[in-house]
């Protein structure tokens, strides 16, 4: 696992190290974003998959918000799961 707090702090590092964290032989990667899903890509390329808000203007309890966007820990093992192969 990996956190990215700041993309900006991130990108001024040197290559190797970049390499080093997102190495280039993991392509299956999920980001997760309890906002906009928007610039995840340049993390998790072409192969991997983001869970975010795709909209802007949702309102209800956490709760609800997060069983809705997929941010409980049973929505995201399930993508874990189908993204390794093994969906039960």
Do not use: C, H
């Not at 990215?4 to 702090?9: K, M």
């Not at 998790?44 to 069983?67: D, K, N, Q, R, Y």
């Amino acid at each position: 696992m990996v956190a990215v707090p700041s993309w900006e702090l991130f990108a001024e590092q040197d290559d190797a190290y970049r390499r080093s964290v997102l190495a280039p032989s993991v392509p299956n990667r999920l980001a997760v974003e309890a906002a906009s899903p928007f610039g995840w890509e340049r993390f998790v390329g072409l192969g991997g998959e983001v869970i975010g808000v795709p909209e802007f203007g949702a309102s209800a309890p956490t709760p609800i918000l997060a069983e809705k966007f997929g941010f409980t820990p049973d929505s995201i093992e399930r993508v874990l799961r189908r993204r390794l192969g093994r969906v039960q």
